[in-house]
């Protein structure tokens, strides 16, 4: 089984619609949680940054952790067609810098 | 415009050759990550380095992958000698480890194809 669980997808939702992304874990010693985005052909790029348990918002991007349950989530409110790429979890221990990332999910928003 | 840089972005090579690939982290951060991403296994640390020094490889082939750091500026990950199984994305990721709120950023990547 591996340290960190998330479902491949694909997920394709209409425009507008609200994009729904969980990843589980095993590892309790994780402290600090992210969510990257990767479009075709290209890098990871930082999403959402939380560490410990707790909501962060950044515009039509929520993160949640729920460190009780080893279970984050994303939520992409009035998703757009731009927003269609893979989702990644990632996931680290307090003052060890190397991710574990989750398997990714690949989102298509149709216009 | 800060942004980590990998070259080659493209690599064919034979198996058996060797392949160097190469990364320009952004001015300024102290870590330097390798990861490698397949269909099967996604994102995969392979080492990294803090001010130049190896903290972790523990993910990389020993027997014949090899990551350098020349100076503060490069960063290097040879195969040799490659073998098909090595072809997948391997990507450079560059962080100013030690301050709040700042994780790894990643450069475009370097796709390599073994035949």
């Known amino acids: 089984q591996k340290e960190v669980e998330q479902d491949p997808g694909p997920l394709s939702v209409p425009e507008g619609a609200i994009v729904s992304l969980n990843c589980t874990y095993s590892?309790?010693?994780?402290?600090?949680f992210m969510w990257y985005r990767q479009y075709s052909r290209k890098g990871p790029e930082l999403l959402m940054y939380?560490?410990?348990?707790g909501n962060k918002e950044d515009g039509r991007f929520t993160a949640q952790v729920d460190k009780s349950s080893k279970y984050i989530s994303l939520f992409i409110r009035d998703s757009q067609p731009s927003d269609s790429a893979t989702y990644l979890c990632?996931?680290?221990?307090?003052?060890?810098?190397?991710?574990?990332f989750g398997a990714g999910t690949t989102v298509t928003v149709r216009a | 415009d800060a942004r980590v840089t990998q070259t080659p972005r493209h690599k064919v090579t034979e198996m058996g050759q060797e392949v160097t690939m190469r990364c320009q982290p952004i001015l300024g951060h102290n870590t330097v990550f390798w990861y490698r991403q397949t269909m099967m296994q996604g994102l995969e640390l392979l080492a990294y380095?803090?001010?130049?020094?190896?903290?972790?490889d523990s993910g990389m082939p020993k027997d014949r992958f090899s990551a350098e750091m020349p100076d503060a500026t490069l960063a290097t990950l040879k195969i040799q000698p490659s073998e098909p199984r090595d072809s997948a994305v391997y990507f450079c990721?560059?962080?100013?480890?030690?301050?709040?709120?700042?994780?790894?950023?990643f450069g475009q990547g370097t796709r390599l194809t073994v035949v």
């Open positions: 590892n309790s010693a994780f402290q600090y």
């Open positions: 939380t560490y410990s348990s």
């Open positions: 990721a560059s962080g100013l480890i030690g301050t709040v709120n700042t994780e790894a950023f």
């Open positions: 990632a996931m680290r221990v307090l003052n060890d810098y190397k991710l574990s």
């Open positions: 380095f803090r001010n130049r020094a190896p903290l972790d």
